[in-house]
């Protein structure tokens, strides 16, 4: 069965650093989403893509978070400088369209720690 | 704008209790409803799902209808079982937008 791949899993970093977070959607899905799950909280939504083009980024912290879908395919989120605040799970999700299949598939997640 | 309320949790139960977890929605239109399960350090996997008013979603035990008089969609499982601890989230989405969580219901099943 087709999966949504994240790396890394874990990810423990320092405040000011930089991180990056990668997702592999399942193939052919062109929507893709990035959430982000604060402890205790549901998820909410960072980002959508629709093919290489963004069409909600409404909740992303542009001062700080940028992401990046260059080909349409794979998918990565930055971080840059990271705070105490960002720690959480980043998860990401695929679904095959917008509109026509809302089925969004979940990847593993990548936890982040911020210190 | 949207919005999904859950249950407060955290519930507790002994093996083969019946299960509730209510969960109700504010949303313009016709949302899509979903319940979501998170099992400890893992992703979401979709546990069901309704796309219309009257639909009911089943799924390994579970099952709930979308229920627009009353905004609801209200998980339910006859007989829990130890594996089935974990947290639940009810969601609605709609046209393929985001999906809006609740805030999610930590379930544990007791032997």
């Known amino acids: 069965e087709a999966e949504v791949a994240q790396s890394p899993r874990y990810k423990i970093t320092e405040k000011s650093q930089a991180v990056a977070f990668w997702c592999d959607p399942i193939s052919g899905h062109a929507t893709l989403y990035w959430y982000r799950q604060i402890l205790g909280q549901g998820p909410e939504l960072l980002v959508q893509?629709?093919?290489?083009?963004?069409?909600?980024d409404s909740q992303l912290p542009k001062d700080r978070f940028s992401a990046e879908r260059l080909k349409g395919v794979d998918s990565t989120l930055k971080i840059q400088p990271a705070e105490l605040g960002d720690s959480a799970m980043y998860l990401c999700a695929s679904s095959p369209r917008k509109g026509l299949e809302e089925t969004q598939y979940f990847g593993p997640g990548t936890r982040l720690l911020v210190l | 704008g949207d919005s999904v309320t859950q249950m407060e949790g955290p519930v507790t139960l002994s093996e083969e209790a019946f299960l509730t977890i209510n969960c109700t929605y504010t949303a313009t239109g016709y949302p899509s409803l979903f319940w979501y399960v998170q099992y400890p350090g893992e992703g979401l996997q979709l546990l069901l799902k309704?796309?219309?008013?009257?639909d009911k979603g089943s799924n390994k035990g579970f099952e709930a209808t979308y229920r627009k008089e009353t905004t609801s969609f209200h998980l339910e499982k006859g007989s829990v079982q130890v594996s089935d601890s974990a947290v639940y989230f009810c969601?609605?989405?709609?046209?393929?937008?985001?999906?809006?969580f609740g805030e999610g219901t930590q379930l544990t099943v007791n032997p």
């Open positions: 893509f629709q093919d290489e083009s963004v069409v909600d």
């Open positions: 309704a796309t219309k008013a009257d």
């Open positions: 969601a609605l989405s709609r046209s393929g937008s985001r999906l809006t």
